[in-house]
């Protein structure tokens, strides 16, 4: 008999709600709604400030899960995931105080908070890359209006799970990109609850639920305007899943041996190992890379590469200019232009925040002495050439620090069905590439609710045995490259 869960998939461009129909171990996908995700630009006379639509976004969820329970039947259970580091307040009426700041919007000073803890010993205690966005950096500039009503802190996939629940907890995935969970004992970190802490009108801690791990059921889903249950006519459970999207994404890295890294490619690009345990060594301060804690006690230690942000914001300045381009055209016409003719370090700050890529990209080039892109397709192609270059020296990285081997490179999320990037990654790595699934992240998401609420077993690699069950996987084989890719290195970062 199949049985339906659902899983919502918030990404910081695009939310969706996903019914997996789970039939003798394997998952038929049915999407049952999708949205766009942006953050909005609201002026204050501090500056504009970047908020996301919490409540919008809220409402397309409740459509998706109503939509799937009359389409397809009883709901087992939900899981929810969504991008890291971002949250909303409550005050003691358990009501959100104003709307959730992105993590795109230029706010934190973390210059400032390394006056009250040196950088060197807040990544030994919490073992996170230095992203001006990580949640430590963003409670430090709060307003202290807003921190003295505050009563709870939620990460935003804990938050929509307190909507549907009324229960707050923190998952630990989540929990961990936060820069306030010490990623050896899976629990908050309490020095820098000390530092952080002493604007709160309250003990932090007091502020900070209860930490679970993935594959925690929740409770009963009880929200209005949702009349939910399972085949057995009792409630639908929320299920705490990897709530990290990168988290449930490496759930469903389909790999079969153990010496692969992955990429997870969407909004960012997560680049990265899987570990039994978080390596907090200065070579990984130095090289900036980061432990973002896993499902089933692993540890992903990995680097945030800037990812097909670069590329969709290039997209949505050519549409806003009245150019209307298909990706597939656009991704064929960079296939066919002139390979590694522009570089850039798609990692530099400029490229962080929302607006005019082509144009920073056309800076980047002129200002590091390269002919700078003619047209759409010679933009396309430096952005995939240098997000190719970022995987390469990425996986390089992660390798030597952690001191392991790298046989595979597995790529998954809707930017591989981009096969021009695919390639270019298996040219730029020597490395073979295993492509798939497309939809990693819903899938990690629905095979951990499936466990947790009986429908399967096993530890990872199970579940990983399902995800290939439900998945079609494309492989790439590298190129003869005649050392370009070591001179494009060399023209990138001397
Ligand atoms: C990917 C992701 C990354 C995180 C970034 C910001 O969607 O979750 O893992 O670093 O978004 O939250």
């Known amino acids: 008999m199949s049985r339906i ?58 459509e998706g899960l109503r939509t799937a329970a009359r389409d397809l039947g009883p709901i087992e259970s939900i899981g929810i995931d969504t991008w890291a580091v971002d949250y909303g307040l409550l005050d003691a009426n358990g009501e959100l105080i104003g709307n959730p700041a992105s993590y795109r919007c230029a706010r934190t000073r973390p210059e400032q908070f390394f006056e009250a803890m040196p950088v060197e010993e807040l990544f030994e205690l919490v073992g996170l890359q230095i992203q001006p966005f990580n949640t430590v950096f963003q409670l430090a500039v709060e307003s202290q209006e807003r921190l003295q009503i505050a009563q709870r802190i939620l990460l935003m996939p804990d938050l929509l799970g307190y909507w549907l629940t009324g229960r707050p907890v923190a998952e630990v995935t989540n929990a961990s990109t936060t820069g306030l969970l010490d990623p050896v004992t899976r629990r908050w970190q309490p020095t820098v609850l000390d530092v952080v802490g002493c604007q709160f009108a309250r003990p932090i801690e007091h502020l900070l639920p209860e930490l679970v791990e993935p594959g925690t059921v929740v409770g009963p889903v009880i929200a209005p305007d949702l009349d939910l249950h399972n085949a057995a006519g009792e409630p639908t459970q929320l299920v705490a899943v990897g709530t990290h999207d990168t988290a449930s994404a490496i759930v469903a890295v389909p790999a079969e041996r153990d010496d ?235």
Request: hydrophobic fraction near 45%; include cysteine; charged fraction near 20%.
């Open 5 to 62: 869960l659902a899983a919502v998939d918030l990404g910081a461009s695009s939310g969706r709600v996903i019914a997996g129909v789970l039939t003798d171990g394997r998952f038929d996908l049915r999407e049952t709604v999708r949205f766009p995700n942006r953050p909005y630009r609201l002026p204050t006379p501090q500056g504009d400030r970047l908020h996301w639509g919490v409540l919008g976004m809220w409402g397309s969820i409740l």
């Open 260 to 494: 692969f890294a992955y990429i997870s490619c969407g909004t960012w690009s997560l680049v990265g190992l899987e570990l039994p345990e978080p390596v907090l060594t200065p070579a990984a301060r130095e090289a900036n890379l980061t432990n973002e804690l896993g499902v089933d006690g692993t540890v992903r230690f990995l680097k945030n590469v800037m990812g097909l942000w670069v590329f969709n914001e290039c997209l949505a300045t050519w549409r806003n200019a009245g150019h209307e381009l298909a990706v597939a055209d656009l991704v064929a016409a960079a296939a066919a232009a002139e390979p590694l003719r522009t570089i850039v370090d798609i990692n530099d700050a400029a490229f962080f925040p929302p607006g005019d890529m082509p144009g920073r990209i056309a800076e980047c080039a002129t200002r590091t002495g390269q002919p700078a892109p003619r047209n759409e397709a010679e933009t396309a192609r430096c952005v995939f050439d240098s997000l190719a270059l970022a995987y390469r020296q990425a996986v390089r990285q992660v390798a030597d620090v952690a001191g392991r081997d790298v046989g595979v490179v597995h790529m998954l999320g809707g930017g591989i069905q981009n096969r021009l990037l695919c390639q270019l990654t298996a040219d730029a790595t020597g490395l073979p590439v295993v492509a798939g699934p497309v939809e990693g992240t819903a899938l990690g998401n629905l095979v951990v609710q499936a466990r947790a609420v009986g429908l399967l077993d096993g530890g990872l690699s199970e579940l990983r045995q399902v995800v290939r069950a439900s998945s079609h996987l494309v492989n790439y084989t590298p190129g003869p490259t005649d050392g370009c890719w070591d001179a494009a290195e060399r023209r990138v970062w001397g």
